[in-house]
């Protein structure tokens, strides 16, 4: 019976990511562009200007200016396979805008389609060359995205491959027990919650070494009693970590940033 049970929970997580991929295609985009190239893997430029795509976080090369920031693995090959995919193409995409067209730094933000309806945005995620991420509530393909996140991760696609056989790269995914200083930037940081509390401006959901928190201007989007489950649970949680104190943080805005509240794993 047991079996049975897992083999139709099986089937329905197969069901759910192909519909989720089937989902993304449009063939009716807001506007159809001719793309000139990547800067990286996440950003293209059109007419001039720089679009980041949606959803994305690849990983980012050596910077040596102002601030020395280390390259991330595989940055200059996520660059590469974007500019291949829109050479396959003939640099035409359509853009399709969502909740913010940009964001703070004035950056235009959109998802991308080839002219059969493609995802570019989910063709990089699925690639393993990125990764998904979730910014400005700009949300429209998000379980697409977590669907081809799922089968790269699956597949030791690229940048699950270079994790698998280099765990101490803590990329893109690195153990809280197992968190460095060095571990500042984007990541999927995973572990045990060990209490959620609440102050009067932030929820805290405190990991061993990490702590994560969620501003109260984004307390609307989140159900504080789902988040005092979570205590005791091995949960993953993906932003921005930075060292504080000595400490290691992450301040999320949205419940797709926590793995059990993602548009794949959320059953409620």
Not at 15 to 20: E, I, M, R, S, T
Not at 149 to 171: C, G, I, M, V
Request: proline share 3%; glycine share 4%; with cysteine.
């Amino acid at each position: 019976m047991k079996t049975f049970f897992a083999f139709l929970v099986s089937l329905l997580l197969v069901q759910n990511a192909v519909a989720a991929q089937q989902s993304c295609n449009n063939l009716q985009p807001d506007l159809w562009v001719e793309a000139q190239y990547a800067i990286n893997g996440s950003t293209i430029v059109i007419q001039n200007q720089r679009v980041h795509l949606i959803g994305l976080y690849a990983p980012q090369k050596e910077r040596t200016y102002k601030f020395h920031t280390p390259g991330e693995p595989l940055a200059k090959q996520s660059q590469n396979h974007l500019n291949t995919l829109l050479a396959n193409h003939d640099l035409k995409i359509g853009i399709v805008y969502d909740t913010t067209k940009m964001n703070k730094n004035r950056v235009q933000q959109a998802h991308a389609f080839f002219e059969d309806g493609t995802s570019l945005n989910a063709e990089m995620i699925r690639s393993g060359f990125a990764i998904n991420r979730v910014q400005n509530d700009n949300v429209r393909y998000s379980k697409c995205y977590f669907a081809a996140e799922k089968e790269a991760r699956d597949n030791n696609y690229q940048l699950w491959d270079q994790l698998k056989k280099n765990p101490q790269s803590h990329f893109p995914l690195v153990k809280s027990s197992e968190v460095y200083a060095e571990d500042q930037g984007f990541r999927i940081v995973q572990g045990e919650v060990k209490e959620v509390l609440k102050s009067s401006t932030y929820y805290l959901i405190n990991f061993d070494t990490t702590g994560i928190r969620i501003p109260k201007k984004a307390w609307d989007k989140f159900d504080y009693a789902k988040l005092q489950a979570l205590q005791g649970k091995i949960i993953e949680v993906r932003g921005y970590n930075y060292l504080y104190k000595g400490n290691m943080f992450m301040v999320v805005e949205h419940p797709y940033a926590f793995n059990v509240f993602n548009p794949l794993n959320n059953s409620n």
